[in-house]
């Protein structure tokens, strides 16, 4: 998925938008279940952990 596709893209930060563009692209992060990346929200443990190993799927040999 494109990262403009989602409803809140306009709310990620300049700083931030080439790292979660990659992020995004690379299937690493999603967005929530209802859809939107939510860039100023507060990731969960879940999330975080659901990030972690979808990294170290695509990423780190095992």
């Known amino acids: ?4 596709e989602y409803a809140d893209y ?4 300049n ?3 080439e790292t979660l ?3 995004v692209s690379a299937g690493i992060i999603n967005g929530t279940d ?3 990346l939510r860039p100023s929200a507060t990731a969960t443990r879940e999330q975080a952990a ?5 990294l170290c ?4 040999s095992w």
């Not at 998925?1 to 403009?4: A, D, F, S």
């Open 1 to 4: 998925m494109v990262i403009r």
């Open 10 to 13: 306009d709310q990620i930060s």
């Open 15 to 17: 700083f931030a938008l």
């Open 21 to 23: 563009n990659w992020a």
């Open 34 to 36: 209802n859809g939107p």
């Open 50 to 54: 659901v990030i972690l190993m979808r």
């Open 57 to 60: 799927k695509k990423y780190v």
